[in-house]
């Protein structure tokens, strides 16, 4: 899956996005590699499908732990994630996997 990102940035940034940008496809991929590898044992792309997803978009909306992992926030913040926040991260898969699709790697 670390490939995955590698290709995606080395694509993107040809298409001059930001580094922002980017930086933000690489924390939000590193959200949904740790997500599959704990909840389904994930390693490669092609075990993907739909349902992953959307058992994942249950998960993050009903089971994760706010600010779980940060740095400086505790988190004792609640469960679920905001509806925002789970749109944002699926914005970034989407174009990852319109990437793929246009380099016809999927």
Do not use: C
């Amino acid at each position: 899956m670390e490939q995955v990102i590698d290709l995606v940035i080395a694509g993107k940034s040809a298409e001059s996005l930001g580094e922002r940008t980017l930086r933000d496809y690489r924390k939000d991929w590193k959200y949904i590699v740790t997500d599959l590898e704990k909840n389904y044992e994930i390693e490669t792309m092609d075990k993907l499908s739909p349902l992953i997803f959307r058992n994942d978009i249950n998960y993050l909306k009903y089971d994760v732990s706010k600010y779980d992992g940060h740095k400086y926030i505790q988190s004792e913040q609640g469960i679920g994630l905001s509806d925002t926040t789970i749109n944002i991260r699926f914005r970034v898969y989407r174009a990852m996997f319109n990437f793929f699709q246009r380099e016809d790697l999927i």
